[in-house]
């Protein structure tokens, strides 16, 4: 099921009506679930584009969602809201199965460090056009890392290195002894601080 509050459905409501009588609802899909970069897209629905599997939400009176078979188990418990963003108002949509679940306690060490990296560090390291990716993990439990975007030959990579993302990995896996890394930062093409 999806929760639709009151503002967002009447902001719906609005468009529709707006619409010719082609459009009969809004149309969303799950995009890239079970990853970092999972969103939820939006668009008006006729009547041809409906496959015949897909949810059918009739929200209210003249509020109708279609979610496709497919996007179905990462929508399900959405939440759609219309929120006041400073002078305008930003359509907000919250979707608890869209992402990846975070590893098991007991899953391998590679596996929970790529987690952490790819749903928490590099979402973050992305607004500076920058990511980090796993070279490997040593028997002694040091993570060795690659920059690369603008965090590649960035003079404030060290910084990044040892008070983010070494102190994230060494307090959320105790097994990570040390972070080091093997990025050359001499070939940096677009490094965010020169």
Do not use: K
């Not at 599997?53 to 959405?78: H, M, R």
């Not at 907000?92 to 199965?97: L, N, Q, T, V």
């Not at 928490?120 to 690369?148: C, D, K, M, S, Y």
């Amino acid at each position: 099921m999806i929760h639709v509050d009151a503002r967002a459905q009447a902001y719906f409501r609005t468009l529709l009506a707006r619409q010719g009588d082609d459009i009969i609802g809004i149309h969303l899909s799950a995009v890239a679930p079970g990853t970092a970069r999972a969103d939820v897209a939006l668009r008006y629905c006729e009547r041809t584009d409906l496959l015949g599997d897909e949810w059918q939400v009739d929200v209210c009176d003249g509020l109708t969602f279609y979610v496709d078979a497919e996007s179905a188990p990462f929508l399900d418990q959405a939440e759609i809201a219309l929120r006041s963003e400073g002078t305008g108002e930003q359509l907000s949509i919250r979707a608890p199965a869209l992402r990846a679940a975070a590893p098991a306690a007991d899953a391998g060490l590679v596996e929970r460090i790529r987690w952490l990296l790819e749903n928490e560090i590099n979402p973050q390291l992305a607004g500076h056009g920058g990511r980090v990716a796993l070279e490997e993990v040593t028997a002694q439990g040091e993570v060795v890392l690659r920059f690369g975007g603008g965090c590649q030959g960035c003079g404030m990579v060290s910084v990044t290195l040892r008070e983010g993302i070494e102190r994230t990995l060494r307090e959320r896996i105790p097994e990570v002894t040390a972070v080091r890394d093997a990025t050359d930062h001499a070939s940096g093409a677009a490094p965010y601080f020169a």
